[in-house]
């Protein structure tokens, strides 16, 4: 099943061995870095850099404000390994939002939840891609 996830976050969290996506090039002798435009952690996980849709941003609650913050694609991952990114990303007590859409285009969905809130909803989403919810999960700051 083809589908899309995203996380919004206002800082990528370095720890857990995330790191910058960049490419090391050889010129004259010299090298230079690349930047890729996204992050990778040790267990495959790529986060690419994009622009917030719209019709996501619309979605959310008034007065929830995302403007600076990173706006993520993950690229295919597996299970285990996504549930370690996710867990070191999104913080308890927010802010951070959670994009799943089924064949990249389907919400059924937009709640408030926790981290363990939305590992259930992905869970459900890939073992049972016919019945797959598409989502938008935001967890607002803490105060």
């Given amino acids: 099943m083809d589908a899309c996830?995203?996380?919004w976050i206002p800082e990528v969290h370095l720890g857990g061995?995330?790191?910058r996506k960049v490419r090391v090039v050889s010129w004259g002798g010299e090298e230079f870095t690349e930047d890729l435009g996204g992050w990778t952690s040790p267990a495959g996980v790529e986060l690419l850099e994009r622009e917030?849709?719209?019709h996501i941003v619309r979605s959310l609650p008034a007065g929830f404000v995302t403007t600076g913050w990173k706006y993520l694609r993950v690229e295919a991952a597996e299970w285990e390994?996504?549930?370690s990114m996710l867990s070191e990303q999104l913080k308890p007590g927010g802010p951070w939002v959670v994009v799943f859409e089924p064949h990249c285009d389907q919400l059924d969905l937009v709640v408030e939840a926790d981290l363990e809130q939305v590992l259930r909803l992905l869970g459900q989403g890939v073992?049972?891609?016919e019945?797959?919810?598409g989502f938008v999960a935001y967890c607002r700051p803490a105060v």
């Fill in 127 to 129: 073992r049972r891609e």
């Fill in 17 to 19: 061995g995330v790191s």
């Fill in 81 to 83: 390994a996504l549930k």
């Fill in 5 to 7: 996830l995203e996380i």
């Fill in 131 to 133: 019945s797959a919810l």
């Fill in 52 to 54: 917030p849709p719209a």
